[in-house]
């Protein structure tokens, strides 16, 4: 099974799991480094819980769900026209002030990941700032059907070199915010790129 097809499968569920799922301290900490109105880019934005908490903030957003089902229940939880795009399909340049990449690139494959971080760090603004989150660790697994591609410090610090032009701004591990997921430990980065 396929990551988006077990999104397409699981579509309402995986939605009611995690639509109210308190991310408003990593969406503050990102938010701060914004101008006031900025264009974000929800970059696999899932439930469409957090684009309508940009929306809701006066941001331009524009969300993307590579699942289709998963973005039909995002449009209607959200009202936003959710565009079904995968990170290969990505072709903005300069585009956005911010991209939220909360929980998505997880999915990427490990030998896909610097491409497909170069793809958002040039979809950005000179100086725009990208937050991107993984489970923390350095294994790549696929536990039912999805593709996980974990990342610790030192992973995540060899992408960003890697990658080039993005400054580590944040970097935090912290343990999951999902009540059934105890002992999960997640890794968040908020980058700014560099010209």
């Given at each position: 099974m396929s990551t988006i097809r077990f999104y397409e499968e699981n579509a309402e569920d995986f939605f009611e799991r995690t639509v109210q799922i308190d991310m408003s301290g990593p969406r503050e900490r990102f938010t701060a480094l914004l101008p006031v109105c900025g264009r974000i880019l929800d970059a696999g934005c899932g439930s469409g819980r957090d684009a309508l908490a940009f929306h809701q903030s006066g941001f331009v957003v524009t969300a993307i769900e590579a699942a289709p089902?998963?973005?039909?229940?995002?449009?209607e939880h959200t009202g936003l026209p959710i565009q079904v795009m995968t990170f290969r399909e990505l072709i903005w340049r300069e585009a956005f002030e911010g991209i939220w990449a909360c929980a998505s690139l997880l999915h990427v494959p490990r030998d896909q990941l610097v491409a497909t971080v170069a793809r958002l760090?040039?979809?950005?603004?000179?100086?725009?700032?990208?937050y991107m989150?993984?489970?923390?660790?350095v294994e790549s697994?696929?536990?039912?059907?999805r593709l996980f591609t974990d990342l610790d410090e030192a992973s995540a610090e060899t992408l960003l070199t890697t990658v080039g032009r993005l400054e580590l701004l944040q970097m935090t591990?912290?343990?999951?915010?999902?009540?059934?997921?105890?002992g999960e430990r997640w890794l968040a980065l908020i980058c700014r790129k560099t010209t």
């Open positions: 089902a998963l973005a039909a229940r995002a449009r760090r040039d979809a950005l603004t000179p100086g725009g700032v990208i989150s993984f489970k923390h660790g697994r696929e536990p039912d059907g591990v912290e343990d999951s915010r999902k009540s059934h997921a105890v």
